[in-house]
C-alpha cells in the first residue's frame, strides 16, 4: 500500500493539535499530571498510538514532514543559551565536571550492559552498542549511522532496524520515565526549591502576572529577534564549524551563541530591554520545547516496535532497571541529595535513553510543578548535546572493536 505522507504545514498544525490532546489528558487523567508526564508526551503517544491501529488495519504507513520540527528544536536551543548566565555557570563548573563523569561513566555501563545482554542470547558482540549508547543515548541518528556498518562488520541482517527499534522504544521509556523518578525523590526527601527566578523554560502552573515583566507583542517579538540572530550566527559558526572536519548538531553553536549574546550585549548596551529570563522568553521557549516533542512522538512508527524479539526486549528491559537503579542509588546521592539534584534526575533519564530535549521536557514539567532550578538547564544540554556525542563515538567505537 502506498505510504501517506503529511506536508510540513498539516504536520506542524497537528502538532498544536496533539499538544492540546495531551493537556487534556492530563487534566482528565490524574496518573498523568501526578506524575509529571509532560503534554507533549501523553498526546503524542496517543496519537502514535491511533497510527499504529491504522497501519494495523489498511498496512498503510503515515509519515510527516518534519522539517519545521527541526527549525523549533533549534530554535529551542537558543533560548537555552540565551537564559544563560557566565556566572551560573562558574558556579556550576563543579556540577558541570560531575555531571560529564557520571555520563562517560554510565554510558560505559550502559554497552557492558549491552554486550552482555547480547552475549547471553547469541547475538553478535558489536550488536551490543545497538541497544547501548548507539540507540539509547545516542538516539535514532546515531543508531541509524552505526546499523549499516555493523551489519556489515558481523553479517547481522537485522543491525539497523535494531538499532531503530531500540531507539524509539528508548524515547518512549525516557519520556515516561523522568517524572515519576522526580516525584519520588521530591517526596521521599522533602525536596523543594531554593531559587526565586523564573523558570528557564515555561512558566510555573500557579504563576501569577507581575507587571514588571508583561508579555506582549514587543516582548515576544524581541525575545524571537534574539532568538533568530542566535541562530543566525550559530549557523554561520557551524558551517566554519563543519568546513574543520568537526560534526556537531546544529543546535550547539546556537546554544553558544546565544550564552555569548547574553553575557556581552547587555553589559555593552546597559540600556537595551534584553530578554534574557523574561516571561516572553520562557513562554517561546516552552512554546518551541512543546511542539517540537509533540512532532516527535507523533510521528514514532510504534510497528518497528514489534521487531523487537524476546532477547533484544529482555536486554532493554535490563537497561531500563539499571538506569534507574543508577540514577536512585548513585547520579541523585553525588548531585548532593538537593532539588536540583531531582530535577536533574529527571534530565539524566531523559538524555540517556532518549534525546537531549526529552531530558529538558522532563525538568521543565517537573520545575512547573515544584519549582525552578535554572542551573540544571544550562549544564545538562551542555553535557548531553556538546560532550556526548564526542565521547560517544570513542565508546561505540571500542565496543565494536570487542
Given amino acids: 500500500?502506498?505510504?501517506?505522507?503529511?506536508?510540513?504545514?498539516?504536520?506542524?498544525?497537528?502538532?498544536?493539535?496533539?499538544?492540546?490532546?495531551?493537556?487534556?489528558?492530563?487534566?482528565?487523567?490524574?496518573?498523568?499530571?501526578?506524575?509529571?508526564?509532560?503534554?507533549?508526551?501523553?498526546?503524542?503517544?496517543?496519537?502514535?498510538?491511533?497510527?499504529?491501529?491504522?497501519?494495523?488495519?489498511?498496512?498503510?504507513?503515515?509519515?510527516?514532514?518534519?522539517?519545521?520540527?527541526?527549525?523549533?528544536?533549534?530554535?529551542?536551543?537558543?533560548?537555552?543559551?540565551?537564559?544563560?548566565?557566565?556566572?551560573?555557570?562558574?558556579?556550576?563548573?563543579?556540577?558541570?565536571?560531575?555531571?560529564?563523569?557520571?555520563?562517560?561513566?554510565?554510558?560505559?555501563?550502559?554497552?557492558?550492559?549491552?554486550?552482555?545482554?547480547?552475549?547471553?542470547?547469541?547475538?553478535?558482540?558489536?550488536?551490543?552498542?545497538?541497544?547501548?549508547?548507539?540507540?539509547?543515548?545516542?538516539?535514532?541518528?546515531?543508531?541509524?549511522?552505526?546499523?549499516?556498518?555493523?551489519?556489515?562488520?558481523?553479517?547481522?541482517?537485522?543491525?539497523?532496524?535494531?538499532?531503530?527499534?531500540?531507539?524509539?522504544?528508548?524515547?518512549?521509556?525516557?519520556?515516561?520515565?523522568?517524572?515519576?523518578?522526580?516525584?519520588?525523590?521530591?517526596?521521599?526527601?522533602?525536596?523543594?526549591?531554593?531559587?526565586?527566578?523564573?523558570p528557564i523554560v515555561g512558566l510555573e502552573f500557579d504563576d501569577a502576572e507581575n507587571p514588571d515583566d508583561l508579555i506582549n507583542h514587543v516582548s515576544l517579538m524581541r525575545g524571537m529577534l534574539a532568538v533568530h540572530v542566535a541562530i543566525l550566527i550559530g549557523f554561520i559558526l557551524h558551517l566554519a564549524i563543519s568546513e574543520a572536519g568537526i560534526k556537531l548538531p546544529l543546535f550547539v553553536p546556537c546554544l553558544l551563541v546565544g550564552i555569548v549574546m547574553s553575557n556581552t550585549i547587555p553589559l555593552v548596551f546597559p540600556k537595551i530591554s534584553w530578554p534574557a529570563r523574561t516571561k516572553s522568553l520562557a513562554v517561546i521557549s516552552d512554546y518551541c520545547l512543546s511542539v517540537f516533542l509533540a512532532m516527535s512522538l507523533m510521528s514514532l512508527q510504534l510497528w518497528t516496535l514489534a521487531d523487537l524479539g524476546g532477547p533484544i526486549l529482555a536486554i532493554l528491559v535490563l537497561q531500563v532497571v539499571m538506569t534507574v537503579a543508577f540514577i536512585l542509588g548513585v547520579f541523585f546521592r553525588l548531585m548532593g541529595s538537593t532539588y536540583q539534584g531531582a530535577v536533574l534526575s529527571a534530565g539524566f533519564a531523559g538524555f540517556t535513553l532518549g534525546a537531549t530535549p526529552t531530558a529538558i521536557a522532563n525538568m521543565s514539567s517537573v520545575a512547573k510543578r515544584y519549582g525552578p532550578a535554572p542551573l540544571a538547564f544550562i549544564v545538562l544540554p551542555l553535557v548531553s548535546a556538546f560532550f556526548v556525542d564526542l565521547a560517544n563515538a570513542v565508546i561505540i567505537q571500542i565496543f565494536v572493536s570487542l
Fill in 1 to 198: 500500500m502506498p505510504e501517506i505522507v503529511i506536508p510540513a504545514f498539516v504536520s506542524v498544525t497537528l502538532g498544536f493539535v496533539v499538544f492540546f490532546l495531551g493537556s487534556f489528558l492530563t487534566r482528565k487523567v490524574a496518573v498523568l499530571s501526578d506524575y509529571n508526564i509532560p503534554e507533549p508526551v501523553s498526546g503524542g503517544l496517543a496519537v502514535a498510538l491511533l497510527v499504529w491501529v491504522l497501519f494495523a488495519l489498511t498496512g498503510r504507513q503515515v509519515s510527516f514532514d518534519l522539517a519545521v520540527r527541526d527549525y523549533l528544536l533549534v530554535a529551542f536551543f537558543a533560548t537555552i543559551g540565551l537564559n544563560a548566565r557566565i556566572s551560573d555557570l562558574f558556579r556550576g563548573g563543579r556540577l558541570l565536571l560531575l555531571l560529564l563523569a557520571l555520563t562517560l561513566a554510565f554510558m560505559t555501563l550502559q554497552n557492558v550492559v549491552g554486550l552482555v545482554g547480547v552475549t547471553i542470547f547469541g547475538l553478535p558482540s558489536a550488536t551490543s552498542v545497538l541497544v547501548g549508547s548507539a540507540s539509547l543515548i545516542g538516539g535514532h541518528g546515531t543508531a541509524i549511522a552505526w546499523g549499516p556498518q555493523i551489519e556489515d562488520l558481523t553479517g547481522f541482517a537485522a543491525a539497523s532496524e535494531m538499532g531503530v527499534a531500540s531507539a524509539t522504544l528508548g524515547l518512549i521509556l525516557a519520556a515516561l520515565l523522568g517524572g515519576p523518578i522526580a516525584k519520588r525523590l521530591i517526596d521521599r526527601h522533602n525536596l523543594q526549591s531554593d531559587q526565586t527566578a523564573e
